[in-house]
């Protein structure tokens, strides 16, 4: 799954310093709220230690998310993205 909420270049991706100490998503699904696409799912890792292992979470706004790249982006924060609860074809957009 891709999805990108502004055009960006092809092939961009954040910086690893951005993604490096992330926490995990696992079990994640979109969700659509308006035009803002949010995740759900279960929070791994998190250094903010108000999130502890396991906890169901849903983000904050997504701005970018390639699930073959394993990462999310969104206003407040980064994430990295295990499994999906499903996959997700019809959100193919952006690049």
């Known amino acids: 799954m891709k999805y990108s909420r502004y055009p960006l270049s092809p092939g ?3 910086p690893e310093t951005m993604l490096q100490g992330t926490a995990i998503i696992e079990c994640w699904e979109p969700i ?3 035009e803002d696409l949010h995740l759900r799912g279960t929070l791994y890792g998190s250094p903010d230690p ?4 396991g906890a169901q979470i849903t983000t904050g706004v997504i701005q970018v998310l390639d ?3 394993g990462y999310a982006v969104g206003y407040s924060g980064s994430y990295r993205l ?3 609860l499903r996959e997700y074809p019809e959100w193919e957009t952006g690049d």
């Open 67 to 69: 699930s073959e790249h």
């Open 32 to 34: 659509l709220d308006g």
């Open 82 to 84: 295990g499994a999906p």
């Open 12 to 14: 961009w991706r954040p």
């Open 50 to 53: 108000r999130w502890k292992d």
